[in-house]
């Protein structure tokens, strides 16, 4: 498998540098057929260094200097020790040595974090000069060898070079920008620009086009950017598995992290929301909330894509549970909005990582740490709602402008009044407007029956939550106890997060005028804190799981309502209402 990684990490360059080549050539063949004797003979290549070394300029003054500011951060904002190898526990001191000495790579220290919140990260210039962090969550949590199977992952971004790997990388959307820019400048100028022949009109117009090209290049780049990075995580994983020769170690440090995140978050919501707390145990708790948040690329994994994972065993201590944990993954991996969802994500999601640290354990001939983890049976594929979501959360906002425009252009085009054209694209817009609507605010009951979080993420029978997503909504009541907001130590998050006695869930409470979240966040959500309440709406996943709150009823049966589902309604009937006035419109102009 390491090999593997590499020849596919050199595929992804090469396919990265191939862009920056096919963008190049059609920004010289613009250039030369505008302004021929503009650039001299033998010196067209000019067109594309300037641009890249400008590029590797910047990446390379961030490259520099990045490690001393992240020296800086870690030593005066996280209140973090700095050891040599040498004065760390004997274990990891032993493990290291051995390591660098096997690789040829050294630390300049080993930064211990004062967090309770497990993660871990590296840094630096070279092999030679890098730096490792991680936070006593990674001690206290973890045990010896699920923290030697951390310790080794972070080695193996030093061994792999990945600080180099992804800064040659991240040049690379820059250059694809430079050259986008370049050609939507020279294509406005020549289109404002008077008396022109048709041959500046036809390069102008092929200016347009490739920077449009060149807009799209840099927008994918960016993705194969964090596919790159995704590919360094397995590697390291892979080099983890290698150098502790238990790959389960690590998948169980990776479940045991998630767990300690959610946990810690958790802690420090309650001490911001707390109005009790001193402002010293404030400022803490917002210090290490805004740590875990600042830390989301560089971390062992993103904590928003592993809340599922942690919240399936929340609660239950430290014992893994690996079915609960195999059935919350489940989502990541056969859902297609896991897959799509990761598209955006520096880390994999920790599922596939689990499956391919399984994958290792089973080529060593040992047991899977955990053998039911994407082997749990589904009723039926998820691909056509997939399909119908996204195009109805994506697609269906650009309709509402395109299909009255369209339908006015066909009415006009066959002499039809184009009252009548656009009241019938209204029409549409209408009509998929409550297809949206059916599919995000279902019908909810008062009658509904109580689920719990691990519910929610474990059961995959047909028509069951699992089927939830960014856009499918399903129908939730749960009861637990209000912790925290959304966003800890934010006193303007309306959202809200509640314990039940499995696990923990946002509570996204959306009113229908955006400006009313102000009042609610300010006046209300803080009256919330620590009661327990019963909460009806819509649960979604994106992948961490969310209710989207339709009513709230606290003990005492005082009811916090939001009316956005109300709304859409609304709004439908209001297109409706006018879609069939303008058709009404066009027809009375028509005589017998």
């Known amino acids: 498998m390491p090999k593997n990684l590499y020849i596919r990490s050199l595929g992804v360059m090469t396919v990265l540098w191939g862009f920056v080549f096919v963008v190049g050539m059609v920004l010289i063949a613009v250039i030369s057929l505008a302004a021929p004797d503009l650039i001299p003979p033998g010196s067209e290549?000019?067109?594309?260094?300037?641009?890249?070394?400008?590029?590797?300029?910047?990446?390379?003054?961030?490259?520099?200097?990045?490690?001393?500011?992240?020296?800086?951060?870690?030593?005066?904002?996280?209140?973090?020790?700095k050891y040599q190898v040498d004065e760390l526990p004997p274990h990891i001191q032993s493990f290291l040595h051995q390591q660098m000495e096997l690789h040829n790579f050294s630390l300049k220290w080993v930064a211990i974090i004062h967090d309770n919140n497990p993660n871990a990260f590296t840094y630096g210039h070279t092999k030679k000069r890098a730096r490792m962090a991680i936070t006593e969550g990674i001690l206290n949590y973890l045990t010896e060898d699920e923290q030697l199977a951390v310790?080794?992952?972070?080695?193996?971004?030093?061994?792999?070079?990945?600080?180099?790997?992804?800064?040659?990388?991240?040049?690379?959307p820059l250059v694809l920008y430079s050259f986008y820019q370049g050609l939507w400048?020279?294509?406005?100028?020549?289109?404002?620009?008077?008396?022109?022949?048709?041959?500046?009109?036809?390069?102008?117009?092929?200016?347009?086009?490739?920077?449009?090209?060149?807009?799209?290049a840099y927008w994918i780049s960016q993705y194969i950017v964090l596919f790159l990075s995704r590919v360094r995580e397995y590697y390291a994983d892979s080099f983890s598995a290698e150098a502790t020769g238990q790959p389960g170690a690590l998948s169980r440090a990776l479940v045991k992290i998630a767990y300690g995140m959610v946990k810690e978050d958790s802690i420090n919501a309650e001490k911001l929301s707390d109005?009790?707390?001193?402002?010293?145990?404030?400022?803490?708790?917002?210090?290490?909330?805004?740590?875990?948040?600042?830390m989301r690329s560089l971390g062992v994994f993103d904590v928003a894509s592993a809340k599922n994972l942690a919240l399936s065993s929340y609660g239950r201590g430290l014992s893994l549970d690996n079915e609960s944990v195999a059935k919350a993954a489940q989502w990541d991996l056969s859902n297609p909005w896991g897959r799509f969802l990761e598209l955006s994500s520096t880390h994999p999601l920790p599922a596939k990582r689990i499956l391919a640290l399984n994958t290792m354990q089973e080529e060593r001939g040992m047991e899977p740490e955990f053998p039911q983890m994407g082997k749990v049976k589904l009723p039926e594929s998820l691909w056509d709602e997939f399909l119908i979501d996204l195009v109805l959360l994506y697609f269906a906002p650009l309709l509402f402008i395109i299909l009255p425009i369209l339908s006015a252009i066909f009415a006009t085009s066959v002499g039809?009044?184009?009252?009548?054209?656009?009241?019938?694209?209204?029409?549409?817009?209408?009509?998929?407007?409550?297809?949206?609507?059916?599919?995000?605010?279902?019908?909810?009951k008062l009658s509904d029956p109580v689920v719990t979080v691990t519910h929610c993420l474990t059961d995959h029978t047909k028509n069951s939550y699992y089927e939830a997503s960014p856009l499918r909504g399903k129908g939730a009541v749960f009861v637990g106890k209000v912790v925290g907001r959304g966003v800890p130590g934010y006193f303007l998050s309306e959202d809200l997060v509640i314990q039940d006695d499995t696990g923990i869930i946002t509570l996204?409470?959306?009113?229908?005028?955006?400006?009313?979240?102000?009042?609610?966040?300010?006046?209300?959500?803080?009256?919330?804190?620590?009661?327990?309440?019963?909460?009806?709406?819509?649960?979604?996943?994106?992948?961490?799981?969310?209710?989207?709150?339709?009513?709230?009823?606290?003990?005492?049966?005082?009811?916090?309502?939001?009316?956005w589902s109300g709304a859409n309604w609304v709004f439908m009937w209001i297109m409706i209402i006018i879609g069939i006035a303008l058709i009404a419109t066009g027809l009375s102009t028509f005589t017998v």
């Open 275 to 294: 109005e009790n707390a001193s402002p010293t145990v404030r400022r803490q708790a917002s210090k290490k909330s805004a740590f875990t948040t600042g």
């Open 151 to 172: 310790v080794a992952h972070e080695s193996g971004h030093i061994v792999h070079r990945d600080f180099i790997w992804m800064t040659v990388a991240a040049a690379i």
């Open 508 to 563: 996204n409470y959306s009113p229908v005028l955006g400006f009313m979240s102000f009042f609610f966040a300010l006046f209300r959500a803080p009256s919330l804190r620590g009661m327990k309440v019963k909460a009806y709406g819509w649960y979604h996943r994106s992948p961490q799981p969310v209710l989207q709150v339709w009513k709230i009823v606290t003990e005492e049966g005082k009811t916090f309502h939001n009316r």
């Open 416 to 444: 039809i009044n184009i009252n009548i054209g656009i009241g019938a694209g209204i029409l549409l817009v209408a009509l998929i407007w409550k297809l949206r609507r059916r599919e995000k605010y279902p019908k909810l």
């Open 185 to 216: 400048i020279y294509a406005r100028v020549t289109s404002r620009s008077g008396g022109r022949s048709e041959g500046a009109e036809k390069v102008g117009a092929a200016a347009m086009v490739a920077a449009v090209g060149a807009f799209i």
């Open 45 to 81: 290549y000019l067109i594309i260094v300037i641009p890249v070394l400008f590029a590797f300029l910047m990446v390379g003054i961030q490259f520099l200097i990045s490690p001393w500011l992240m020296d800086f951060i870690i030593g005066w904002v996280y209140d973090a020790t």
